[in-house]
C-alpha cells in the first residue's frame, strides 16, 4: 500500500511538535526560575560554602533561563516537504515495513509496544523507547484504513495472548 501525506497532515504534525516544544520550554523556565529564587536564598546565609553554592546556582539558573528562551527561535521547522513524500508500506506477517527515497525500514512485531489511533494517523511506539513511526491516515481510502485496522488489530491481539499482557 502506497500512501502520500498531505497538507494536513504535516500541519497536525507542526503543531504537535510545537506543542510538546512549548511544554518542555514551560517546564524548563519553571526549573530556572526556582533555581535562580532558592539560589538568591542561598547567596545570603552566613556561612561562606552556601553563598559560592548559591552564585553558583544563579549561573546555572540564569544559563537555563536564556537557552530555554531562546531554544525556540533557534530551532528550525521539520522540513514539510519530506513529510510530504509518499511512503510504501509492506504489511508483512512478522513485520511493517516502509520504503521512502532515503530506504528501507522493517520493524519487527517483536519490537511494538503498540499503535495509537490519532486524528491524523496512526502512531507506531516501540518496545526499546526508541522513535515512533508515525502513519498519515488523513488520505487513505476507507478500504486502507481497515485493512490497516484489522492487520494492528491481529498482530496487537496475537502479540497480547503471547506475551500475557
Given amino acids: ?13 507542526w503543531w504537535a511538535e ?3 516544544g512549548a511544554r518542555t520550554a514551560g517546564m524548563g523556565v519553571v526549573v530556572a526560575v526556582l533555581l535562580i529564587i532558592t539560589s538568591l536564598g542561598a547567596t545570603v546565609a552566613d556561612d561562606p560554602w552556601w553563598t559560592v553554592f548559591g552564585m553558583i546556582g544563579l549561573a546555572f539558573g540564569v544559563l537555563l533561563l536564556v537557552v530555554v528562551v531562546a531554544w525556540p527561535f533557534q530551532r528550525r521547522p521539520r522540513d514539510s516537504g519530506a513529510l510530504l513524500q509518499p511512503i510504501r ?4 506477517p512478522d513485520a511493517l515495513e516502509w520504503t521512502t527515497e532515503a530506504g528501507t525500514i522493517r ?15 496512526y502512531l507506531i511506539t516501540r518496545t526499546d523507547g526508541g522513535p515512533g513511526h508515525l502513519i498519515c491516515r488523513t488520505t ?3 478500504l486502507q484504513q481497515a485493512q490497516l485496522r484489522a492487520y494492528f488489530g491481529a498482530h496487537l491481539a496475537e502479540k497480547s495472548t503471547t506475551t500475557g499482557a
Fill in 1 to 13: 500500500m502506497t500512501v502520500t501525506p498531505d497538507r494536513a497532515f504535516a500541519r497536525a504534525v
Fill in 18 to 20: 510545537l506543542r510538546q
Fill in 89 to 92: 508500506y509492506v504489511l508483512a
Fill in 107 to 121: 520493524l519487527l512485531w517483536s519490537a511494538v509496544r503498540g499503535v495509537s489511533l490519532l486524528p491524523h494517523g
Fill in 140 to 142: 487513505l481510502t476507507v
